[in-house]
Structure formats: structure tokens, C-alpha cells
């Protein structure tokens, strides 16, 4: 039976670490990208990426959760039309991708714009949006280290369309299975050991109770509240109960949340990996790919003056 999505998400670090171990023996098909590489901006815009970690650094150190955040936009973005920074772009008719319910609950918007305003006033029109959501992945999850964890390619170019029905199509459901999952990831040029790796993004953050309490109150239909799926490890079921009753009366409640690490939910630590040093090659492979989905590069797309918005003809 395919596992559900909710337990690759949640699960303990031994069980992660064993699925890795499984998984290295897998062949990965990369994304590739030509356009992007280290440094892209070392001449035209020499300060672009330190501008961005000193934003970025002075708003993680007044809100951890910014950490959580950027990881997420990040991912949303790059899964639908590539890492385009189309996840930040407005629409007056409420369509665009921030609009799909999977992105409801995206944030840390205004500090891309700060740090957009910032760059804009050092060199105007040279550093897009979407290395921006790259750097801004990176530089939030390293502040706790006070160094980069990993090293982002730039080069990428922004995007023009924004379509909410194309995120929902694209972005992986909490309800999707772990074959599901795969498949999405497969689609994107991504592995298993991609998969598992950066489901380790949820190590730090929150989870909405409403986007999988269908797993916890009555699984089954049959009208029992205490009916839970089996595949969920039954303390952390009970747990996440808790936390979540008030969805037992409203399913519909979206302000409930619990810690997807429970005990460490604003770092990002071993409760994921035994140890994050040793496994930092990993990670920032798997993250470097996920980079390169669909990126628009040399003259493809554009160079937003604002994020939120296209360039005007």
C-alpha cells in the first residue's frame, strides 16, 4: 500500500536517514539549466547577494519563522512554471498562483519587496525576482549558522504569467500518496532522494490542521471521530488530535496549527538529519536541482521593477 504524503512530511529522522540510504542507489535525472551559475551578478551588480543576506538576516533575526517561509515560497515557485517568481505576482482578478488555496498561507512577501526596493536603488533593472526567492531560501535558513549552507546559482529571469488553476494543478497535495509525490517529482526532473531530502524543508515551520485532518478525525467516513489512518504513527496521531480538535467541529478552520517538528519547529537541526553538517552535501544538491526547474534565462521573461507586478510595455 503507497504511503501518504503526511508520513514522509512528519516522520522521525531514522526513518528519513533509512529512506536516503534506500534511495542513493536510485538514479537522479537532473534539471539542467544553462544561464544560471555562481556569481552571475559579480559585474553588474557586485553587491546584489549581500544586499539581499543583510535584508534578509535583520528580518529572520526579529521573525524565525521567515526561515520556514522562504523555504516554502521558494518550492511553490519553482513547481509551477519553473522558479520564475510568477508565486509573486498580484492579479486584480484574485487568479494568480498566490491565490490557489495551497498558497494561501505563503508570507514574507514584503520582505522580498524590501529587499526588490534595496537592489532596485543599487542597480536598477538587473537583479530579477526569482534569484531573489533563491537567495532569500538560502540566506533566511543560514542565518541560525551565520554562513551560507549552500551555494545558489543566479541568473534566472521572471516570469509573466501567473495562473492559480496551474498551482493547484502542480504544487503536491498534503492528501497525495507517496507514489504521488514521487511522480510529481519525477515530472520535475527531480528523484527519490530529492524527495527526501527536501522534505526535509518541513523540519522547520508550521502545518495548518485543515490541510490533513480528513487523516486524523474519521479516515475511514463512518462517521467515527476517533477513526485515524493507520499509516500515521498512532502517539503522533493522538498528538496532532489535540492540537487539532477544534477541526473535529469545523474541517474548515485554517487557523490551526502544529509544529512540523515538534520541539524544534524554528530551527533547522538533526531532529531531521543525526547531524546537518554531515549531510549538508545532500541537501544542497537536492535544493541546487530543485533551482533549476523551468528557469528563464538570457532573454527569456523579464526583469521586474516590482515583483508583484509585469513590466508595463
Given at each position: 500500500m503507497a504511503k501518504p504524503a503526511f508520513v514522509i512530511m512528519a516522520a522521525s529522522a531514522a526513518v528519513m536517514v533509512s529512506l536516503l540510504v534506500v534511495s542513493c542507489g536510485v538514479g537522479i535525472a537532473s534539471a539542467q539549466a544553462a544561464g544560471l551559475k555562481k556569481g552571475f551578478y559579480k559585474k553588474s551588480c557586485p553587491q546584489a547577494e549581500a544586499i539581499v543576506q543583510k535584508v534578509v538576516w535583520e528580518r529572520t533575526a526579529g521573525n524565525r519563522e521567515l526561515a520556514a517561509k522562504f523555504l516554502r515560497m521558494f518550492f511553490h515557485d519553482c513547481f509551477v512554471r519553473g522558479c520564475d517568481a510568477s508565486v509573486l505576482l498580484d492579479s486584480p482578478t484574485n487568479t494568480a498562483e498566490k491565490n490557489a488555496a495551497p498558497n494561501?498561507?505563503?508570507?514574507?512577501?514584503?520582505?522580498?519587496?524590501?529587499?526588490?526596493?534595496?537592489?532596485?536603488?543599487?542597480?536598477?533593472?538587473?537583479?530579477?525576482?526569482?534569484?531573489?526567492?533563491?537567495?532569500?531560501?538560502?540566506?533566511?535558513?543560514?542565518?541560525?549558522?551565520?554562513?551560507?549552507?549552500?551555494?545558489?546559482?543566479?541568473?534566472?529571469?521572471?516570469?509573466?504569467?501567473?495562473?492559480?488553476?496551474?498551482?493547484?494543478?502542480?504544487?503536491?497535495?498534503?492528501?497525495?500518496?507517496?507514489?504521488?509525490?514521487?511522480?510529481?517529482?519525477?515530472?520535475?526532473?527531480?528523484?527519490?532522494?530529492?524527495?527526501?531530502?527536501?522534505?526535509?524543508?518541513?523540519?522547520?515551520?508550521?502545518?495548518?490542521?485543515?490541510?490533513?485532518?480528513?487523516?486524523?478525525?474519521?479516515?475511514?467516513?463512518?462517521?467515527?471521530?476517533?477513526?485515524?489512518?493507520?499509516?500515521?504513527?498512532?502517539?503522533?496521531?493522538?498528538?496532532?488530535?489535540?492540537?487539532?480538535?477544534?477541526?473535529?467541529?469545523?474541517?474548515?478552520?485554517?487557523?490551526?496549527?502544529?509544529?512540523?517538528?515538534?520541539?524544534?519547529?524554528?530551527?533547522?537541526?538533526?531532529?531531521?538529519?543525526?547531524?546537518?553538517?554531515?549531510?549538508?552535501?545532500?541537501?544542497?544538491?537536492s535544493i541546487k536541482r530543485m533551482g533549476q526547474i523551468g528557469v528563464l534565462t538570457d532573454t527569456n521573461g523579464q526583469i521586474r521593477k516590482k515583483c508583484n507586478a509585469v513590466n508595463s510595455s
Open positions: 494561501l498561507s505563503l508570507a514574507g512577501f514584503e520582505v522580498i519587496d524590501e529587499v526588490k526596493a534595496e537592489l532596485e536603488e543599487a542597480c536598477p533593472g538587473v537583479v530579477s525576482c526569482a534569484d531573489i526567492v533563491a537567495l532569500a531560501a538560502r540566506d533566511s535558513v543560514s542565518f541560525q549558522y551565520k554562513k551560507n549552507l549552500w551555494e545558489v546559482e543566479t541568473g534566472r529571469r521572471d516570469g509573466t504569467i501567473s495562473s492559480d488553476q496551474e498551482a493547484l494543478r502542480d504544487i503536491p497535495a498534503p492528501s497525495s500518496t507517496f507514489d504521488i509525490l514521487l511522480t510529481n517529482f519525477s515530472n520535475k526532473g527531480l528523484g527519490l532522494q530529492d524527495l527526501v531530502v527536501l522534505s526535509g524543508g518541513h523540519t522547520i515551520g508550521i502545518g495548518h490542521c485543515n490541510l490533513f485532518s480528513s487523516r486524523i478525525f474519521n479516515f475511514t467516513g463512518k462517521n467515527n471521530p476517533s477513526d485515524v489512518d493507520p499509516s500515521i504513527n498512532p502517539p503522533y496521531a493522538k498528538f496532532l488530535q489535540g492540537q487539532c480538535s477544534r477541526n473535529l467541529q469545523d474541517p474548515n478552520d485554517n487557523t490551526t496549527v502544529v509544529p512540523m517538528d515538534p520541539g524544534s519547529s524554528l530551527s533547522f537541526d538533526n531532529h531531521y538529519f543525526v547531524n546537518l553538517k554531515a549531510h549538508q552535501g545532500i541537501f544542497k544538491n
